[in-house]
Structures are given as C-alpha cells and as structure tokens.
C-alpha cells in the first residue's frame, strides 16, 4: 500500500530553520491537495498548512509568516519551509495528499525545537 515519507525532521535552536519533506512511497495519481499536519504529545493533530494543486495556499494563525508550504507536482513531492522556530513549533509533523478516492498519510517526522 502506498505511503506517505516525510524526512527533513530534527532538533533545533529556537529561531532556527527547518525543511520538511514528503513523497509516496509508490505512484499516486490526482493528488488535489496536499496538507502538513502536526501533534505534540498530548494534543490533538491539528492543521499546519495546506496547498491545492493549483498552488493555492493556507496557514495556521500559528504559523503563518514563519512556514512556507510548497509542492511540485511533477515529482509529486511538497515542502514546508519552516523559519524562526519557536519551542511551541515542537511536534510530529505529518503529511497529508488528498484525492478523489481517499487520503493518504505518512507517520511523520519530529521536529523538536530547544535550547
């Protein structure tokens, strides 16, 4: 069955940067939209952003100035650019590719931000 890889996860200084990346682990065919979701220990998965196929895109209050979402659709790949990490930034960030005939997910990768 085909899966979602995320990479790109690690530890990092408050106001550092990472980038994440996902792609399917096979083919996957009319992905409209991609999502990066995120859950701390405790909490409920919550929305990080999203991007439509057409490049349209949206953020979490949270996040928004700080993340840059981005796709490319040839390699069916998408990005989040994350800049001036905060400790709250700290998560399991998950990707998310949605398509007529169902999601698809992947297990996430961690991202802790501490000094």
């Known amino acids: 069955q085909v899966q979602l890889v995320e990479s790109g996860g690690g530890w990092v200084q408050p106001g550092g940067s990472l980038r994440l990346s996902c792609v399917p682990s096979?083919?996957?065919?009319?992905?409209?939209?991609w999502g990066w979701y995120r859950q701390a220990p405790g909490n409920q998965r919550d929305l990080v952003s999203t991007?439509?196929?057409?490049?349209?895109?949206n953020y979490a209050y949270s996040v928004k100035g700080r993340f840059t979402i981005s796709r490319d659709n040839a390699k069916n790949t998408v990005y989040l650019q994350m800049n001036s990490l905060k400790p709250e930034d700290t998560a399991v960030y998950v990707c998310?590719?949605?398509?007529?005939?169902?999601?698809?997910w992947g297990q996430g990768t961690q991202v802790t931000v501490s000094s």
């Open positions: 998310n590719a949605q398509t007529a005939l169902g999601d698809y």
């Open positions: 096979g083919s996957i065919v009319g992905i409209y939209k």
């Open positions: 991007i439509t196929s057409g490049g349209r895109t």
